[in-house]
Each structure stands twice: as structure tokens, then as C-alpha cells.
Nanobody, 111 residues
Framework: QVQLVESGGGLVQPGGSLRLSCAAS????????MGWYRQAPGKERELVAA???????NYADSVKGRFTISRDNAKNTVYLQMNSLKPEDTAVYYC?????WGKGTLVTVSS
């Protein structure tokens, strides 16, 4: 079983930046793809970005050019650097790996 713990959410003004982290523990050898999803109030959970153990990445169109996903395999941690944040990026952000979800971290973009 894999455990995921997210950190780094908070309140930021439009145009600002935040970096989310997700540390994995447990049966980490089963992990290939790690990803970030988000769920805004009243909306379905959606993929934000994903990264394979080899470093291939995939992004939602809405965040391309603003968000960057990266991974430190030695630390079993995946990061999401979010720049040029917009109010519509407000959501709970969840880490996902090996069919396990983290508890989520809230990101609020507001002036």
C-alpha cells in the first residue's frame, strides 16, 4: 500500500505562485505514474498534470505554460510548480499514484 501526503497549498493573489509537494511512502516500487488532480466547488475532479518515472509529462490545456510537474525519485516526491495563478485555479489539489489518493490541499487564488 502507498501513502501520499500533500503540502504547499494556501491563499495567493492572482498572478502569484505556489509549489505543491507530494511525498510517497510505503510500497513505492509499484509507482510509475504520479499525478496531480484538482476539484473545484461544484465541479468534477480533473487531471492537472502527470509524470512518469522516466520523466514524461502530460498537462491539462488550461495549465500548459503556467504549471510544471517534476519528480525526485530519490525522495519519492512529486512537485507541482504553479505560476501565473488565476482565480479559476482555485480548487482542492490531490496527489494520485498507484491507485491511491492523497487527502488534498486547498489552493485559493483571490485578491
Amino acid at each position: 500500500q502507498v501513502q501520499l501526503v500533500e503540502s504547499g497549498g494556501g491563499l495567493v493573489q492572482p498572478g502569484g505562485s505556489l509549489r505543491l509537494s507530494c511525498a510517497a511512502s510505503g510500497n513505492i516500487f509499484s509507482i510509475d505514474v504520479m499525478g496531480w488532480y484538482r476539484q473545484a466547488p461544484g465541479k468534477e475532479r480533473e487531471l492537472v498534470a502527470a509524470i512518469t518515472s522516466g520523466g514524461r509529462t502530460n498537462y491539462a490545456d488550461s495549465v500548459k505554460g503556467r504549471f510544471t510537474i517534476s519528480r525526485d525519485n530519490a525522495k519519492n516526491t512529486v512537485y507541482l510548480q504553479m505560476n501565473s495563478l488565476k482565480p479559476e485555479d482555485t480548487a482542492v489539489y490531490y496527489c494520485y499514484a498507484a491507485r491511491v489518493w492523497g487527502k488534498g490541499t486547498l489552493v485559493t487564488v483571490s485578491s
